[in-house]
């Protein structure tokens, strides 16, 4: 029998599972570069145009921080910087997959029952390796016809692309890697998340402190010193392909090496019984959110100081340009410039946070599947209560997570500004706005599962949507019935001089609604169901 016995087997049954969640993000990532470089072709249609916001936007140390470097005026580098944060989550989303069909599949007992039948010993990576390097190859494809359908040169599409593709190859592989050295999904994830992070950290120490060493050893950092339409370097490709095969030269060995359901590394033991938070579901459910809720808090605030800092210039730069004041006051609905800026990055964030509110809804369905939601409910809890100890982290999260991204946007904008109380006041009201629009998708993720569970993940489908309404509607003046159907596009825009809270009460009472009905359909449905 090969070692690889099996794997297009395996590779079928993950393509079945990931039948959603494959193309929404491939679909999200592949239009966002080229919806940047239309943009950036009819904001900016001269080199003077170009020139001026280089100077005073692209290179503001905020700016770099969070997209990295821009290395020249042309539409083409400037779309490639403004991608930049793209580059973040395709090694994300391609770290995930790979854990999500190693691991996680192993930790389910899903990967022992498949042992037993006709299986290589390489099969199971395998086939999670495959499946996310052709997501990553499909996804550059994509990136670079959209990129030359806009006009731009060739090598410099070409060039950005197969950086796309070997990041998200590299971090995909570092997943697989993860995933045989941790006993458990959720150690898997924090090993590849905290590498990541230092990837990001190396990348943004390098671009913003004038000695780029630093960025010489973060992947993130490779792809951008590619350099597309920049004179293209093509032989920096050679440093991520390079980075995938260490990674797979020491995955493969230790997945053959280990005993299923093993890590490299040891499991910490817990304390022998259960303190008193654990007595109830609601402190069980603390104990499964609170790392998300720390983590995504820290990010946001982060985000938040870099957001802020970067609002005076971009708010000059937008000031400059005609055409571009008109689309940004369109999207962002604020009088001052800066103000629009910050309302439309805030408006992202909450796009964002609702990531956070359909995981933690998620969870439950999470719960169920690994069958420890049914010994919970045997022993006496209501279901009712067991739902609603998941719900709360889903509805509060994301509130404390754009409170924080309001609060760190607040403390830089203030502090630029010489008014750090009024700011702070202002940019917290402006992250807390997007929160009704966020429940509601996390109220509806919540009546999906309430249904059938099966149905749930469906909700990242319509986030991804409402993403590209948000992101294609105002560029392509799409009707406004079809923008509509977007919770986001109801959310008030608070930095105006007069606005009414009547929409954020709406959302809050649909998002309510579809959660109590999630509620009702859940006490009346089998558990387990999966």
């Given amino acids: 029998m090969s070692t690889l016995t099996g794997t297009r ?28 470089a239309a943009s950036f072709l009819e904001l900016f249609p001269t080199a003077a145009d170009r020139a001026a916001y280089l100077d005073g936007t692209a290179r503001n140390p905020s700016i770099v921080a969070l997209l990295g470097p821009a290395y020249g005026d042309s539409v083409g580098a400037l779309t490639a910087q403004r991608s930049g944060f793209l580059l973040l989550i395709v ?36 086939a999670a390796l495959v499946v996310t390097y052709a997501a990553d190859l499909l996804l550059g494809l994509l990136t670079t016809a959209g990129l030359l359908s806009t ?59 004038g000695n780029d060493w630093p960025s010489w050893l973060s992947p993130l950092g490779w792809a951008a010193r590619v350099r597309p339409y920049e004179g293209e370097r093509w032989w920096v490709l050679a440093l991520p392909l ?68 970067a609002a005076e210039a971009a708010g000059r730069a937008v000031g400059d340009n005609g055409r571009m004041e008109e689309i940004i006051a369109r999207v962002g609905g604020a009088a001052g410039m800066a103000d629009a800026y910050l309302g439309v990055t805030l408006s992202l964030a909450g796009l964002a946070a609702t990531g956070y509110g359909i995981q933690a809804a998620l969870r439950m369905r999470t719960e169920e599947s690994a069958g420890r939601a049914e010994p919970v409910l045997g022993a006496g809890t209501r279901r009712s209560t067991w739902l609603f100890s998941h719900v709360v982290f889903a509805l509060l999260g994301p509130a404390v997570v754009l409170a924080m991204a309001g609060l760190g946007t607040g403390l830089t904008y203030g502090l630029s500004t010489g ?9 917290l009201g402006v992250g807390l706005a997007q929160v009704p629009a966020v429940w509601v998708l996390a109220g509806l993720a919540v009546l999906l599962y309430g249904l059938l569970p099966r149905l749930a993940p469906a909700a990242w489908v319509v986030l991804a949507v409402c993403v590209l309404l948000g992101q294609l509607g105002a560029v392509l003046e799409l009707d406004r019935w079809l923008l509509d159907l977007s919770p986001y ?42």
């Fill in 419 to 427: 008014d750090v109380p009024r700011q702070l006041g202002r940019m």
């Fill in 242 to 309: 390079a980075a995938t095969v260490l990674l797979a030269a020491l995955a493969y060995p230790i997945s053959v090496r280990r005993d299923l359901g093993a890590g490299v590394l040891p499991p910490r033991p817990g304390p022998a019984t259960a303190g008193a938070a654990l007595s109830g579901p609601f402190g069980l459910a603390w104990r499964l959110h609170r790392g998300q809720i720390l983590w995504w808090s820290v990010g946001f605030g982060l985000l938040g100081l870099i957001l802020g800092g």
């Fill in 489 to 530: 596009t109801h959310t008030p825009q608070v930095l105006r001089d007069a606005w009414s809270p009547t929409p954020l009460y709406l959302l809050a009472v649909l998002a309510a609604a579809l959660t109590a009905t999630g509620l009702l359909a859940f006490r009346r449905r089998d558990v387990p169901v999966l």
């Fill in 151 to 209: 006009g731009l040169p060739a090598a410099g599409s070409v060039a950005y692309g197969l950086a796309t593709v070997l990041t998200g190859v590299a971090f995909a592989t570092l997943g697989g890697l993860a995933a045989q050295l941790t006993t458990t999904a959720g150690g898997a994830r924090g090993v590849g998340l905290a590498a990541l992070g230092i990837a990001f950290a190396l990348r943004l120490a390098g671009d913003t402190a």
């Fill in 91 to 126: 090694a994300l989303a391609s770290l995930l997959t790979a854990i999500r069909h190693t691991r996680t599949e192993e930790e389910a007992g899903r990967r022992e029952l498949l042992g037993g039948s006709v299986l290589g010993r390489y099969a199971g990576l395998t």
């Fill in 9 to 36: 087997h395996l590779v079928r049954l993950i393509l079945r599972r990931d039948r959603l969640l494959l193309p929404l993000w491939l679909v999200v990532l592949a239009v966002l570069p080229m919806t940047y």
